[in-house]
């Protein structure tokens, strides 16, 4: 098992199934429309098997959205078949698991990259042009908030436990210290500044 944790188990194993699983058609001449219907497939968390056919895991608020999915798909004149997979054989069933392991172990990987290649250089900037404002101490706190919403979100849709949780979360943690830390150099040069 990775060094990362795992969820607690719950009465029933996500890797087990059953599955959802959506398969649509749109029309051709409009890549908007499948782009449209893409985003808010993966937004979702949902696994493409293959062009056109996602599967999710079985859970009640993801039957819920995917039916909102199907209702945009036939605003956009296109066609879909649902259907919950209760059986899969075990190279499927590993597919799905795998896959959306791999999904978000990904999304993981971006938002640590996201800390250190864009928020702590970010600061690092400001440090360096001794920009201690208290306008710029907001505009991180943003960055910061957006990163932790990014976070909810990926946890959110993790349901397989995959790798990279804890590093996520350790680097959004190290992004708060180091904005408390400038909030706190900020506090330091405005006070002085005034005395």
């Known amino acids: 098992m990775p060094a990362d944790s795992r969820p607690e188990p719950s009465l029933s194993d996500p890797t087990q199934g059953p599955w959802l699983m959506l398969i649509y058609r749109v029309p051709n001449d409009s890549s908007r429309a499948r782009v449209a219907v893409w985003r808010e497939l993966k937004r979702l968390g949902g696994f493409y098997v293959q062009q056109a056919v996602c599967v999710l895991p ?18 956009l004149k296109g066609s879909s078949v649902f259907l919950t997979l209760r059986e899969v054989d075990e190279d499927a069933r590993v597919q799905f698991v795998e ?4 999904q978000s172990a990904k999304e993981y990987a971006e938002i640590v990259e996201e800390c250190e290649t864009k928020f702590f ?3 690092e900037f ?16 943003q960055d910061l908030e957006k990163l932790r919403r990014w976070l909810d979100k990926v946890e959110a ?8 949780r804890d590093t996520a979360r350790q680097k959004v943690a190290e992004c708060e210290k180091l904005l408390e830390q400038f909030e706190a150099d900020v506090y330091d040069r405005i006070v002085s500044d005034h005395d």
């Open 126 to 141: 400001e440090r360096f042009r001794g920009n201690f404002t208290f306008e710029e101490a907001e505009e991180i706190r």
């Open 157 to 164: 849709r993790d349901w397989m436990a995959a790798d990279g």
């Open 99 to 102: 896959g959306f392991r791999v």
């Open 58 to 75: 079985d859970r009640e608020d993801l039957r819920d959205r995917i039916k909102r999915v199907r209702e945009r798909i036939d605003e």
């Open 121 to 123: 250089k970010e600061i």
